[in-house]
């Protein structure tokens, strides 16, 4: 992912999916190597259904990568790797981005003031 690539709804995509604590762990552990899911739940101390809700969100974005593969013993395995991404993030970068912002993109989540706060 190009910084280019970093505009507007897109930019806020990728910064809420990073921001939080167990996509970070994830994003993390893929770097080390790549792996399937019930080992990466092992490794992360977390059920396999919270860490696919999380890999499907860092995937849906383009962090991560998957690819299903064939055991020894005939098994699906659905391994994951963290893609190439680079974010540079700056106030001109930022500035940059809110002109391509769409309505929707700048409505605030349940845990974020509103004007009206």
Known sequence: MA????????LVQVLATLANPHRLRVVAALV???TYVSQLA????ISRPLLQV?????????????????SD??????????????LHLTPGTIAAAVPSLSSGATE???????EES
């Open 42 to 45: 092992r490794e992360l101390g």
């Open 3 to 10: 910084p280019a690539e970093l505009a507007g709804d897109r």
């Open 73 to 86: 013993d005939g098994k699906a395995m659905k391994f994951y790797e963290v893609t190439d991404f680079v």
């Open 108 to 114: 605030t989540g349940p845990d974020e003031p509103t």
């Open 54 to 70: 999380h890999l499907r969100k860092l995937e849906a974005v383009g962090l991560v990568s998957a690819r299903l593969e064939l």
């Open 32 to 34: 080390k190597q790549r």
